[in-house]
């Protein structure tokens, strides 16, 4: 064929110098600088904010984060509506919410835990749409995968360089880790960060600033005392310790507690416990375990710093003392959510896990977990990293009291499924002991321990109620106010309004 | 409707707890740091090598460059075939490709320029398919928009930390930019630094760590002699000094030369002298440029430096000057080959310049013109920036003696299109000058210069055939070894083999 100029050519003619101009957008490519603006009003002005928009928030500032309640209070001032806010967890200090959410300035809310009094007017009918609450493996999964598209990500970074790139460790914010916000920022159509820390030159940013629009300095992104609660100490309750010993005891028969063993704890009492009696048996027996991961506390720190394990794999601290080994020690590695736990990433840090201690607010006949609401139904939490290690660790295990306050842990059926029963490996209470039915050689091989109490779930269930009598089952309104989501994307279960 | 835990759910119900796992690249996110290889044996086996392979080089260490000839020994050594070479430029120094190409090792060369024996081994029909040269900004072009697929970058990089941070500047084989590597190192699957200098900490990276797969520390990637090499000095010629003298008085009769200009020239002996001659009418005039940009010499280094333009905007770096004023100067900014001349960029330098001084091997009565071919019909270059420039810049000129070695520049139809005439504004020569016949208004006014001779086109190639008489064109065969191609995408224009 010939082309426009006359000249003869196989294929796509010249048509003319400026006939095929397509102008792009090719975000692959953000090296310029990201902007540094000077007030929340610039922020909002190079911003392409809008109706029914998703904004997101990460919650590694934890109780003590300021960054959700100032964003929300200045999009509330400029009148958007119909905003969801997907936060990777919400607590407390983001109250702001409730009012948000019965003026439908909010009208959904996407995160992988709630507690307090959002959780509980979520719980109450106050949010228009039903909300969604995921795994902390399942959120980056719908992020990278543009199932969960957010148009802003608000992200509070406790040093933030000039250039974009920002880490969670040093400044008066310092939470050590930024694993949860990482997706965010990779993804968002916009990136915000929020500093009170702003420097020259960030070293090993977990954010990097190619992916960052926009960086304001504030006077304060987290309020100190906040950021590093939570229980975070082991439990002096005689009974708690007892379910911890029982569970060290109970690995050492199944055999599980080996050379280079990974491990991984919430940070619940008994579960610290279990770390610290799992520590003096790895003395007694001259053991070293590989990895242990997950939220780092102190006592993992120094489990690693006196060489049990080889490293640590961290996607969030939880004490001073974590964010203080990061700097200092090099086999304490920070980790995006991704690496933790995305089930669709095949190098997950979870899929690599030997043992996981969890624990639960109610555990039902077919081991269903539930972690996500109260006996009185309101929502109390979600599944953080729960389903994401019960399915990807080899052997999950749950620890907890049998009654607590005249409440039974293990029910005929709980009230919602966080995490299905499939994944659940065994229960160890103060009352008995109970292995999943699918593990017959465990059973068998735990059964060789006299000290060790083995049941069916169905018979703890009746020692339990033998104490507590039937519970009487506090009953909903159908109407849906929160759904439990896997870490696939798939709906586990349904949260309704509380009457 | 149910899921399979029996819970009532509204959509995607849960199936169970591995039915869903999809494992995924998901390569937005490599903030893990690149391995660092310690030898091409390594590298090979780390990377994802097979017959029919893309892949690329840039050309920052010109004819120093020791990265291809490496690379391809080694892709040889392994007995791979029908390897496509995608190079920003081919030189001299790569004249191991002549050898690959007759054992069909590599069947493909895809590039922006070439000279030396690879280009005459193309002409010679010694490359099994037809290659295409396009343009420095067509290449990002087709990386970024997917049309130009690399499965493995090998690049070059004079300093490289050890996240894979990389930059031109520093080292023994500083070469200060590396613009052409840019969309190379963002969009091919794998991506292998290799570099002579690796250090703990690079600032102002131009390759992002994110980007990166390996890294590998050679002796040597390039021969520093080599790096900073040809035409980078003013012309001597008498002839060429009137040419670039009658350019500005054109310029300046137009009323071209203001305050606020930006301004683009090559780096031959001509186009240098405009600049040398546009320096002393500014200073004399006492106007200042915006930017000057491109390929940067030590002349537009010192017009900065002096003040007679704001910015350098540096694609490449000719002279050690330049490379030394990148790291001391401020206003001096490097950019990617996308930011410079990608026409889909919506930002572009080229769009912004004024004016650009070029130079041809042939213009003919189109205004098309050649800087692919000689007059033998071999191949000695292509585009590199001259397309993109000559459509982005208000005013484009071409500078040359009518005559050189008997032949004249002015032809009544160019051998091969690289740029063209619809995007040439004006030829300026020593004997004669033509104005776009588009530019009515410039043409009367260029007419008032009683020391401008205006010509029209025709006019000119019959005073120069006056000289040299018509000149016997050199036939070439049919079979086509190249196609020039345009910034867009299109065909300009076959070069077939020669006889």
Redesign the interface.
Known sequence: MK?N?G??????????????????E?N??K?KEPKILKSWDEVLDSLDLKDGMTVSFHHHLRNGDKVLSAVMKELDKRKYKNITVAASSIFPCHEILVDLMEREVVTKIHCDYMSGPVATAVSKGKCKEPCIITTHGGRPREI??EELNIDIAFLGVPTVDT?GNGTGSQGRSNCGVLGYA??DA??AKEVVLITDHLVD?V??P?I?G?WVDFILEVEEIGDPQGILSGTTQITKDPVGLMVAKKCIDLLDTLELLKEGMSFQTGAGGISLAVAKYLKEYMKKHGIKGSFASGGITDYLVNMMEEGYFETLEDVQCFTIGATKSIEKNKNHKKM?A??YAN????ENIVNKLDIVILGASEIDL?F?VNVSTGSNGEILGGSGGHGDTA?GAKFSVIVSKLINSRISVVVDRVRT?TT?G??IDCLITDRGIVINPKHHELIEKAKGNPNLDILTMEELYERAIAYTGKPKKVEATDR?VA?SQ?R???????IYQVK
């Open positions: 082309n100029l000249r003869e050519v196989p294929f796509r003619p010249y048509t003319g110098a400026f006939d095929n101009v397509n102008y792009k090719y692959i490519e090296q990278l995968e250039q990482i997706a990779q993804m030159q070293d090993h977990e990097l190619s995006s991704n690496e089930i669709n990433n095949k077919d269903h399915a499924v299905p499939e994944t849906p759904y896997y696939d994307g798939t709906i586990l279960d349904t």
